[in-house]
């Protein structure tokens, strides 16, 4: 989208959440909050993307994919934005979308729509808003005749201001020239001592400016995470999401219990997700493929009609036909070829194993190049560490490979 960029504010501690590290890397279904953020902005077409960050490892976790800023001193949500103002000077005449960090259920819609409203209306601000059953601790929306007044904190509420139902999501369109000419302008004068970006509401209203408030269809969009119990009921929402969303492509499921599925997954339709089965990251599912019971997969592309039961996956690919579990961990750098059967207490770590290979129980293999249509006796394990180096094995085609057999690489086994 053209002569538009994002800000995201993503500083602060986890204090609060008890997090090892920044709250905006607690994740939702598998995935930190940030990166749900920063994604909402690339799909909604803006490609410029700034987060402003007080922590090495947030800068680490959007590094490659955005601009960073730091923001030495928490004071406020209005001081985190004037943090960036290096970015935003660079991107004079342009408008500017600030998002919080914490918020991952912002939507495209919602930012597209409030787009659309900003610029037809030719507003130096336009605010995304929603309407919640629950408002406590939320900005309220303080409208006069109809149109947005005021933003004001939970703290600095009356009675009446404190009923209001309708918040600030905390995201809201700027125009960029009037955003940096506003930061210069924000005081700390509140019950807070902070910096409050909603403030400039009030300094563009007192000059006649126009500001807007784009109220989105979705209560979800302002939802937060300032507790763990905010952040479990968050990933209650993403795993009902994740299962209706794969229920209208014909994904089949038996029960929800304990399914818990990533946004970025991909599954096709006519697999079958059973219970207690986790997937993440990057994960794609073929058609008619059964996926658990309690399985996880991470980054791991699965084929067609394969088996998958009472196992683990991580950065590795499974091809089609294939039996794997119950009780198989397998690890990543992985290539499992089609129609190959492994069964319980099988570890496979950084190999391939050829198309009809069977490895049928109680085996380790790491390291080392499998052919097709071997047979693995009970027991077999191969010696792929020396207490030095690594080095790998390889076995080939239609080899038969005896019970309790330890393969110490470098071994070559002959077709
Ligand atoms: C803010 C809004 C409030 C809105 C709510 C929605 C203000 C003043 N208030 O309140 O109207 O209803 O969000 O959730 O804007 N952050 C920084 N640096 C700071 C302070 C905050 O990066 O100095 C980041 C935090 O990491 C967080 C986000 O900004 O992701 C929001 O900050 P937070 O302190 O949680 O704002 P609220 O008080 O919830
Ligand atoms: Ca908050």
């Not at 960050?53 to 004037?82: K, Y």
Request: charged fraction near 25%.
């Amino acid at each position: 989208m053209e002569n538009t960029n994002c800000v995201i504010l993503a500083a602060g501690d986890g204090k609060r959440m008890f997090a090892r590290s920044s709250k905006v890397l607690c994740e939702v279904a598998y995935k930190p909050m940030l990166l749900w953020v920063v994604d909402t902005a690339r799909q909604s077409g803006i490609a410029d993307i700034c987060c402003v960050v007080s922590n090495p490892d947030v800068e680490s976790a959007v590094e490659g994919s955005c601009s960073v800023c730091w923001q030495r001193e928490r004071l406020g949500t209005g001081h985190a934005v004037r943090s960036a103002l290096g970015f935003l000077e660079a991107r004079r005449g342009q408008d500017t979308l600030v998002l919080l960090g914490d918020a991952p259920f912002m939507d495209r819609e919602a930012v597209l729509g409030s787009l659309e409203l900003h610029r037809q209306s030719g507003a130096c601000e336009t605010v995304i808003s929603a309407r919640v059953k629950d408002p406590t601790g939320y900005g309220r929306i303080v409208r006069r005749n109809g149109r947005m007044s005021a933003i004001v904190e939970e703290l600095d509420c009356d009675d009446a201001t404190r009923r209001i139902d309708e918040i600030n999501s905390g995201a809201a369109w700027f125009r960029t020239d009037q955003l940096i000419e506003a930061l210069g302008r924000i005081t700390n004068d509140n019950r807070k001592g902070e910096y409050y970006l909603t403030d400039t509401i009030g300094i563009f209203s007192r000059e006649g400016k126009r500001v807007e408030c784009f109220t989105a269809s979705s209560p979800d969009v302002v939802l937060g995470a300032n507790s763990p119990l905010h952040l479990l009921n968050l990933n209650d929402i993403a795993a009902e999401r994740a299962i209706l969303r794969h229920l209208e492509r014909g994904v089949h499921f038996v029960k929800r219990d304990g399914v818990v599925i990533g946004p970025d997954v991909e599954i096709a339709p006519g697999a079958t997700i059973l219970p207690g089965t986790v997937l993440y990251g990057s994960t794609r599912v073929g058609r008619g493929s059964v996926i658990g019971p309690n399985s996880l997969l991470c980054n791991v592309t699965v084929g067609e009609d394969t088996e998958f039961n009472s196992s683990q996956g991580f950065d590795s690919t499974i091809g089609s036909g294939a039996k794997i579990g119950p009780f198989v961990q397998i690890r990543p750098g992985s290539a499992i070829g089609d129609r190959v059967k492994i069964g319980d207490f099988v570890e496979i770590k950084n190999s391939s194993i050829g198309e009809g290979t069977s490895l049928a129980h109680l085996t380790y293999i790491g390291d080392s190049d499998v052919g097709r249509y071997c047979n693995f006796g009970c027991g077999v394990v191969v010696v792929n560490y020396d207490g030095e180096s690594k080095n790998r094995c390889t076995v080939e085609d239609y080899a038969f490979i005896g019970c309790n057999t330890n393969l110490v690489s470098p071994v070559r086994v002959g077709r």
